[in-house]
């Protein structure tokens, strides 16, 4: 099993930045999948951000050049540094991961960017 716990989210202006963190219970190491995704007001869920083979990574299309995914495998946390916010990227976001066949989310940060 693996918990997730995310932080860093919160109000800020368009234009500004945030570093959201997203902690896990266990080694990222043993973790096969490990992502950010985020659900604006009356949307679905939608990818943000991924680590896929390796390290390897990739972005939706909306936040690509913006936001940037990344890990300290010694304190078992992933980032996401978002910069340049927009109003549309006010959402929920939630860190997800993937352990032995089974799907994780964390209970989500609120990000409102204010225009």
């Known amino acids: 099993q693996v918990q997730l716990v995310e932080s860093g989210g919160g109000l800020v202006q368009a234009g500004g930045s945030l570093r959201l963190s997203c902690a896990a219970s266990?080694?990222?190491?043993?973790?096969?999948?490990m992502g950010w995704y985020r659900q604006p007001p009356g949307k679905q869920r939608e990818l943000v951000a991924e680590f896929t083979s390796g390290d390897r990574t990739n972005y939706g299309d909306s936040v690509k050049g913006r936001f940037t995914i990344s890990r300290d495998n010694a304190k078992n946390t992933v980032f996401l540094q978002m910069n340049s916010l927009k109003p549309e990227d006010t959402a929920v976001y939630y860190c997800?991961?993937?352990?032995?066949?089974?799907?994780?989310w964390g209970q989500g940060t609120q990000v409102t960017v204010s225009s």
């Open positions: 997800a991961a993937g352990y032995l066949s089974r799907h994780y």
């Open positions: 266990r080694s990222i190491f043993s973790i096969n999948y």
